[in-house]
């Protein structure tokens, strides 16, 4: 009796695991989905919403690295100065995986459609924590 009481425990947490996974999942998708509008629409602040706004931040990209969200926000003002060098951004996540309580990584490609001076795109790794209930981005990878 015992050992059914333990692996009917087991089994339950193990759904409550997946379940909230598959939340988590869809919560950070959903971040990325309005981070693609919000581009889209030339809303760098609101697109960067996205980060963990603290001076902990990081963000390495062909410059090297930036740390802090005051310092990745005005890389991206100066690399993407008006409508036509933020072009048209797409993502495709090749992966999501949750490594441990609060902790996710994502996978992707990004791709700026931009007819008047060339598209350009690469690959990405976001770092995500949970925190205060709310998911954001602590480190992003990004070439």
């Given at each position: 009796?015992?050992?059914?009481?333990?692996?009917?425990?087991?089994?339950?947490?193990?759904?409550?695991?997946?379940?909230?996974t598959?939340?988590d999942?869809?919560?950070?998708?959903?971040?990325?989905?309005?981070?693609?509008?919000?581009?889209?629409?030339?809303?760098?602040?609101?697109?960067m919403?996205?980060?963990?706004?603290?001076?902990?931040?990081?963000?390495?990209?062909?410059?090297?690295?930036t740390?802090?969200?005051?310092?990745?926000?005005?890389?991206?003002?100066?690399?993407?100065?008006?409508?036509?060098?933020?072009?048209?951004l797409?993502?495709?996540?090749l992966?999501?995986?949750?490594p441990?309580?609060?902790?996710?990584?994502?996978?992707?490609?990004?791709?700026?459609?931009?007819?008047?001076?060339?598209?350009?795109?690469?690959?990405?790794?976001?770092?995500w924590?949970?925190?205060?209930?709310?998911?954001v981005?602590?480190?992003?990878?990004?070439?």
């Open positions: 009796m015992r050992h059914i009481l333990l692996l009917l425990t087991f089994l339950t947490l193990a759904g409550t695991a997946n379940a909230q598959a939340a999942r869809k919560a950070i998708l959903g971040i990325l989905k309005r981070q693609n509008a919000d581009w889209n629409a030339g809303r760098v602040e609101q697109f919403v996205g980060y963990w706004p603290s001076d902990s931040l990081t963000f390495v990209g062909k410059g090297g690295i740390y802090g969200y005051q310092p990745t926000l005005a890389n991206y003002r100066k690399r993407y100065p008006d409508r036509a060098s933020m072009g048209t797409a993502f495709t996540i992966k999501t995986e949750f441990g309580p609060n902790v996710a990584y994502v996978i992707g490609k990004w791709h700026l459609t931009r007819p008047q001076i060339g598209d350009v795109g690469g690959h990405f790794t976001l770092l924590r949970k925190m205060a209930g709310r998911w981005i602590i480190s992003d990878h990004s070439s």
